[in-house]
């Protein structure tokens, strides 16, 4: 079982910046491709980025493409989203995901999940 925590949501005004964090204690981190997903109220999850196990391949929803980054960091066991230029849009619960083979843009793709961290973007 892959246990996955999300930090560094909160509130933020339009334009401004967010790092989120998803941490893990899995000894085979490395294995695993990771994901971003959002969930806002009354609506779907949704994929956000993904990155592969090595961090060199990672590709992005196009709502956020430009504004976000997805990195991993294999040494610390932590994924990462940096998030510039946020807009009310980007408010929602974000999860990182992890799974086993392959780029996965889809809720099932994913084998484990951690809580989630709320942002909210205010205009």
């Known amino acids: 079982q892959v246990q996955l925590v999300e930090s560094g949501g909160g509130l933020v005004q339009a334009g401004g910046s967010l790092r989120l964090s998803c941490a893990s204690s899995e000894r085979t981190f490395s294995n695993y491709y990771l994901g971003w997903f959002r969930q806002a109220p009354g609506k779907e999850r949704e994929f956000v980025a993904v990155?592969?196990?090595?961090?060199?391949?990672?590709d992005y929803a196009d709502s956020v493409k430009g504004r976000f980054t997805i990195s991993r960091d294999n040494v610390n066991n932590t994924l990462y989203l940096q998030m510039n230029s946020l807009e009310p849009e980007d408010t929602a619960v974000y999860y990182c995901?992890?799974?086993?083979?392959?780029?996965?843009?889809?809720?099932?793709?994913?084998?484990?999940w951690g809580m989630g961290t709320q942002v909210t973007v205010s205009s």
């Open positions: 990155i592969s196990r090595g961090g060199a391949s990672t």
């Open positions: 995901a992890a799974k086993r083979t392959g780029f996965g843009y889809s809720v099932r793709a994913y084998d484990y």
